[in-house]
């Protein structure tokens, strides 16, 4: 019963993501087939942190310094091969890399839970500082100059293998919508799989999965190191719909926003941390056109009531109040049969007096 | 003779800053033994176990199990060697189900086949069927200690080590610990540290009491309750606390 839900809804996922990835374009005006583009990159980053914190108990508090990275390391990939196709696959590369690398010394180095978010987080911020003072022409990579805060225009996707066939903006938007169905489901296949049992065994309990003959440090590395590569996907998808990747992925306003995604949508669930990108995406693109709110304050605010009121997120939340109502109309059915039943049977008796 | 020693300590100590929590203990078990680790609290008898189960890496002197140093190992890998633990505190996913919980030991070391034949054979030996479906987190104290027993033997292990395994029974609760204890014995060696003197009567055969993080005795169960040392540190202790 719960299994062919869940199959269910993963069902209803899949063809609702079809329905946006085809429908999308065909409806909607130019501008906002790009800004579907930047939101659906933003949820392959929800999504990233919704894995590694949701399923792994890894509260990586600098989750966008593998976005970013991934967005520089596919701009300057693609300014230099002179072609995306390669670009992409490098720059997912990189981000997987950089996410072993200091995953190795934090997991390895066991690092309680709140100086991995401190020293994630760090991370971040000195991407941040650091890119931001590469204006010289001094500062390149290859023939990729890093432009300092103004960041680096990134040159538009290919056909595969083929740089003289630019895409054009639905046809990018066609790419992210793939890449984030693509990630989905490698994430819920992932989450499913033995790997990702034992996973979330180490979000419970750590000491026990280690006694069971686990070697925790090496599960929180591959989840963080495939987080990190998801990440980096985003990156790309981001740098591509905006045109230009800038050091302001990397800032402090950006690093705790994909945390208040996953906590909206739900943490322990893949399609909630998505949704809450989605929504907060429009949300403050909405509240920014009627500069009527402060947005960091609504985000502040929209946060404190999550963390109150709904603190399993959305998603999860919704889950239970539909159960709650299914079974109580089942009761109230049942209630009613009982009822009937109870009638009839009383005629039976009147009849057989 | 030696031959069949499975688990040795040699010289071992383990110092807490200036607390001296296992001091200098020489202690060897042979293969198939059942053996009660006693003593009054804080006598070294947890540090004693996390140090055989590298848990804690001692400050000196070794453990040997079947002729490998694991002194300086991870637990994982003491585990990985066959080794079912059981810590005193219950360590326990509190978020999965009785199932998924004995699971996940069963599948570290066999097929995902296997595992699920393990599993199922787990909890109807433990006759934990009618909570199969129940989150760890909702059961109660003894239930849990009896999956987390269950967890042991998921894992298929030789040598079983089990601090206070009945720690917050009920009184029926402890006797069907008991049974399952001596039946994991017919197929494994064990240590097991306990508290409840009228436990370890019901499943003992060789006694080992710790005392200041020493060993004070080493004896079978009438031995040592009639020696007056172990009266004065162990049952004397009791009485007044
Ligand atoms: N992590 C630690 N840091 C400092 N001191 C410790 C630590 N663990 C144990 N000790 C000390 O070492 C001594 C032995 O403790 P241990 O837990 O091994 O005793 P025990 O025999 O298991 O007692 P109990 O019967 O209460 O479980 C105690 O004095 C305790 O305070
Ligand atoms: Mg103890």
Partial sequence: ????????????????????????????????????????????????????????G??????????????????????????????????????????????????????????????TLTVTLILYSVIRRTSGPEYKI???????????????????????????PEHVFYVAMVALLLAYFLCVWLTKSHFGRVCVSIRENEVRTELLGYD????????FTVGGAIAGLGGIMFANSIGRITPDVFNLYNAALAIIWVIIGGRGTLIGPVFGALILFYLTSFLGRQAVVNINLFLGLVLIVFVLVVPKGIVPSLVELWDRRKSRRMTARSARRMRRRGRSRVKEVQVED | ????????????????????????????????????????NGAGKSTFFKCLTAQLRPTSGEVVIRDFNVSGSESHQVARMGVGIKTQVPN??????????????????????????????????????????????????????????????????WLVILDEPTAGMTQEEVIRTAEIIREINKSATMIVVEHDMQFIRMIARKV??????????????????????????????????
Wanted: overall charge neutral; proline content about 2%.
């Fill in chain 1, 1 to 56: 019963m719960k299994r062919s839900r869940e199959i269910n809804s993963l069902i209803s996922i899949g063809i609702v993501g079809l329905i946006i990835l085809f429908g999308a374009p065909l409806s909607l005006d130019l501008f906002s087939v790009i800004s579907l583009t930047t939101a659906i990159s933003l949820a392959i980053l929800a999504l990233s942190l919704g894995l590694i914190w949701g399923f792994g």
């Fill in chain 2, 208 to 241: 080992t009491v710790f005392h200041q993080g020493q060993i004070l005795l080493e004896g079978d169960m009438d031995e040592v309750s009639a020696d007056a040392r172990v009266r004065e540190v162990y049952l004397g202790h009791r009485k007044t606390s």
């Fill in chain 1, 216 to 223: 925790i440090r090496f599960y929180k590395l591959c989840m």
């Fill in chain 1, 142 to 168: 290859g023939i990729a100059k890093l432009g300092g805060f103004n960041g680096i225009n990134v040159p538009p996707i290919n056909y595969p293998w083929d740089a003289t066939q630019f895409l054009y």
């Fill in chain 1, 58 to 119: 890894i509260l990586c508090f600098g989750q966008t310094a593998f976005f970013g990275i991934g967005g520089y390391a596919y701009a300057i990939a693609a300014l230099n091969f002179g072609g995306s196709t390669g670009a992409i696959i490098a720059a997912v590369l990189v981000a997987a890399a950089a996410a072993a690398i200091l995953g190795y010394f934090m997991f390895y180095g066991r690092l309680s839970d709140v100086y991995l978010a401190v020293i």
């Fill in chain 2, 92 to 157: 326990l996913f509190d978020g999965l189900d009785v199932e998924e919980n004995i699971w996940l030991s069963a599948s570290q070391s066999a097929s995902l086949k296997r595992s699920r034949v393990i599993t199922s054979e787990v909890i109807e030996r433990l006759q934990l069927g009618d909570v199969r479906k129940s989150q760890l987190g909702s059961l109660a104290h003894g239930q849990r200690q009896l999956v987390e027993l269950g967890m042991v033997l998921a894992g298929e292990p």
């Fill in chain 2, 1 to 40: 003779m030696r031959t069949n020693v499975v688990l040795e300590t040699r010289s071992l100590s383990m110092h807490f800053g200036g607390v001296v929590a296992v001091n200098r203990v020489d202690f060897s078990l042979r293969e198939n033994e059942l053996r009660c680790l006693i003593g009054p």
